[in-house]
């Protein structure tokens, strides 16, 4: 990627990204930026080979940067505050108990009455499965820092890489984070096995080549280690049901659109095995995507709290224990 600040775009037609094929079947046409609203309309396509998903032409490596100002809103830093409730005791508690993580421990009995719950829970927030001294985590594309912020709390030797330069200053010298390195992962080298653990949050769809990037991260993790990542889903109900304006689609910066089953074969491709899919309960992106559709007395009827807290939510868990929510989350290990 680019520097953010480009004055302009040139956009290039490529094969497939995951099998290499060049035959491919129209699925959304003229999409726009609904994110940042810069100009220009995109094509997602199908490869008519292995049904995986692209937008297709795309913005090119050295222009794309157009498409991320440094207003976007991922790279806007947020306060995180210490917890101390109930919940935050319970989680440590968890954690301690049943991934090894040397934190305070509650009597086993609340392990017994609230951990059918909360152990989703903790991997809806990418807690690794396990915990050892001096083990390192590495973030791709980490933003501002706050996941690395949060896991250094909890134990890790954090590492992080970023494109946008304010944020990584702002992971650096605002946070502390001084292992944030600024640039994409093919910029840097690391040895092969130096992590115990990957993290990528919603990125794997922005980069230009996917599969180099899974494979080298499979190369960075030790024999034992793993990689966590969280992707939009092309084949949730949302997509289907929103199309062009379904709120994670968010061309043209997402490249690349998964599927269940494509993200399994793009990750058993480069030698990792998903060990399990949790798929996310994520009421706000109908919203937006109803919003998106211009349908605001949708979006307002659905962001009214009875509505969201008890008709929207029961839907889209319903929607997620059938695969069929906007977003996933792959816990993923060496085969």
């Given at each position: 990627?680019?520097?953010?600040?480009?004055?302009?775009?040139?956009?290039?037609?490529?094969?497939?990204?995951?099998?290499?094929?060049?035959?491919?079947?129209?699925?959304?046409?003229?999409?726009?930026?609904?994110?940042?609203?810069?100009?220009?309309?995109?094509?997602?396509?199908?490869?008519?080979?292995?049904d995986f998903v692209l937008t297709n032409p795309r913005?090119?490596?050295?222009?794309?940067?157009?498409?991320?100002?440094?207003?976007?809103?991922?790279?806007?830093?947020?306060?995180?505050?210490?917890?101390?409730?109930?919940?935050?005791?319970?989680?440590?508690?968890?954690?301690?108990?049943?991934?090894?993580?040397?934190?305070?421990?509650?009597?086993?009995?609340?392990?017994?009455?609230?951990?059918?719950?909360?152990?989703?829970?903790?991997?809806?927030?990418?807690?690794?499965?396990?915990?050892?001294?001096?083990?390192?985590?590495?973030?791709?594309?980490?933003?501002?820092?706050?996941?690395?912020?949060?896991?250094?709390?909890?134990?890790?030797?954090?590492?992080?890489?970023?494109?946008?330069?304010?944020?990584?200053?702002?992971?650096?010298?605002?946070?502390?984070?001084?292992?944030?390195?600024?640039?994409?992962?093919?910029?840097?080298?690391?040895?092969?096995?130096?992590?115990?653990?990957?993290?990528?949050?919603?990125?794997?769809?922005?980069?230009?080549?996917?599969?180099?990037?899974?494979?080298?991260?499979?190369?960075?993790?030790?024999?034992d280690g793993q990689v966590i990542l969280s992707v939009?889903?092309?084949?949730?109900?949302?997509?289907?049901?929103?199309?062009?304006?379904?709120?994670?689609?968010?061309?043209?910066?997402?490249?690349?659109?998964?599927?269940?089953?494509?993200?399994?074969?793009?990750?058993?491709?480069?030698?990792?095995?998903?060990?399990?899919?949790?798929?996310?309960?994520?009421?706000?992106?109908?919203?937006?995507?109803?919003?998106?559709?211009?349908?605001?007395?949708?979006?307002?009827?659905?962001?009214?709290?009875?509505?969201?807290?008890?008709?929207?939510?029961?839907?889209?868990?319903?929607?997620?224990?059938?695969?069929?929510?906007?977003?996933?989350?792959?816990?993923?290990?060496?085969?």
């Open positions: 990627m680019a520097e953010s600040q480009l004055e302009t775009y040139e956009m290039e037609l490529v094969p497939c990204t995951l099998c290499g094929g060049e035959s491919f079947t129209d699925c959304i046409t003229g999409a726009k930026d609904l994110y940042n609203h810069l100009n220009g309309e995109f094509n997602v396509m199908r490869c008519d080979n292995c913005p090119t490596r050295e222009t794309i940067g157009y498409f991320y100002p440094d207003s976007t809103g991922y790279y806007q830093p947020e306060t995180i505050t210490p917890k101390t409730t109930m919940k935050e005791r319970i989680l440590q508690s968890l954690l301690a108990n049943r991934h090894g993580y040397q934190l305070p421990r509650l009597p086993k009995i609340v392990d017994a009455l609230v951990g059918w719950y909360w152990h989703t829970k903790i991997r809806l927030n990418h807690f690794p499965d396990f915990w050892r001294p001096e083990a390192r985590l590495m973030d791709i594309g980490c933003a501002w820092g706050r996941y690395l912020k949060i896991m250094q709390g909890y134990g890790w030797d954090v590492h992080g890489l970023e494109f946008n330069q304010q944020a990584v200053d702002y992971a650096r010298n605002e946070l502390g984070l001084t292992n944030v390195r600024q640039g994409m992962l093919e910029d840097h080298a690391y040895d092969d096995g130096f992590f115990d653990v990957v993290h990528m949050s919603m990125v794997l769809e922005h980069l230009h080549e996917p599969q180099d990037a899974l494979a080298k991260i499979a190369r960075m993790i030790k024999p939009p889903n092309f084949a949730s109900y949302e997509r289907e049901k929103f199309d062009r304006y379904w709120y994670a689609l968010h061309v043209p910066v997402h490249l690349n659109h998964f599927t269940p089953v494509t993200l399994r074969q793009a990750l058993d491709d480069v030698g990792l095995r998903a060990t399990r899919i949790i798929h996310h309960k994520t009421d706000r992106d109908i919203i937006n995507s109803a919003r998106n559709a211009g349908n605001e007395r949708l979006a307002s009827i659905l962001k009214c709290s009875p509505v969201r807290n008890i008709l929207l939510r029961a839907f889209v868990s319903m929607l997620a224990r059938r695969g069929r929510s906007g977003r996933m989350t792959v816990y993923a290990c060496k085969k």
